[in-house]
């Protein structure tokens, strides 16, 4: 498949204005735009620009997206606060939520931001690196549409959940770990869709609990309830799946019982046979790390051991051990002069969109 690279600059311009056009606050547009193509340059594409119509664009359409925010404070202490995002844009509560959760942390040391209500915040890591980027850690989480089989179980009940951890080393890059807690998520499985691939075994499982491989069967089988996604460790037990299944769940509980939010099966964007909001839990921790100890002794600690683990002895045939956040900084640099990565199919998804929303003079980018 060929791939097409649109510079920054241009995606970037060209989001804000089909998002405006979509009814969303300018300045709120940036903050979509900014965490899209934040995810892009990180190489984590399946969170990134791809996902502007089917995840954002369609559902403001089809009402289940409010595109102006209405961050609302419903409880608030010295270190702590309660969100209700009334379904506006997820990546514009989330970013305020962090600011919140920061601000905390810079004055006493720790602060943690819970969120009810609230719609696909995107790509995790970028609220985790908004602590880094202050010297702190940055912890998040958020549930998602079912997705998960418990271990032992055929039905999708939690959602990918990720827990991901952002730390501030003395590299040129963070410590940076986004993860689904499942062996994959929908995103990935949308991109082997749009290449043409057949997916590994073991990463879905149909209502017999054997493994389904086509991609575009998958994806509707996800929504009917036909499928589910393995959690981390896979099925059963034989290589952890119970582990995976447990960090699912503690982000689920986090995601929702701190704020009585919803949860499990009430994140199916269904009531009644008809589409509704998603109305997801989020969760957000800064922790300051001078409250510990000193940040350059931290950030070289820290480097010093991710240092040793890149440096340790290697398997038979590999040449490199990589630590999180490290395969990112690669994307970035090889990225940061070219743009965004687009195929055929996106290619043609951007041309619609160029169409829709009469913005024809981006369509020579996009052809």
Known sequence: MSQKFIPFNIIEDFMVKVLVKAGIPENDAKIVTDVLVQADKLGFDSHGVNRLKPIY????KDGILNPVTNFRVVKEGPTTAVIDGQNG???VIASNAMKMA??????????????RNSTHYGFAGYYALMAVK????????TNARPSIAPTFGVENMLGT????FGIPTDEPFPFLLDCATSVTQRGKIELYERDGKTLPKGWVIDEKGESKTDPKEVLLDLNTGKAALTPLGGIGEETAGYKGYGYATVVEILSAALQQGAYLKML?????????????GHFFIAIDISAFTEVDDFKRT?????????AS??????NRIYTAGEKEYEVWMSRKDKGVPFGNELLKEFQGICKDYGLEEFLPYFE
């Not at 664009?57 to 403001?60: T, Y």
């Not at 202050?134 to 989480?141: A, D, K, R």
């Not at 199916?268 to 997801?280: A, I, R």
């Open 161 to 164: 959940n990720p827990l991901t």
């Open 302 to 310: 820290t480097g010093d051991i991710l240092r040793q683990l890149r």
């Open 57 to 60: 664009l369609d559902r403001i």
């Open 313 to 318: 002895k290697k398997m038979p045939n590999q």
């Open 89 to 91: 844009m997820g990546h």
């Open 134 to 141: 202050e010297n702190l850690i940055g912890v998040t989480g």
């Open 268 to 280: 199916t964007g269904f009531k009644d046979g008809k589409k509704v909001p998603y109305n997801l």
């Open 102 to 115: 920061i601000e905390k942390a810079k004055r006493l040391g720790m602060g943690m931001v819970t969120v």
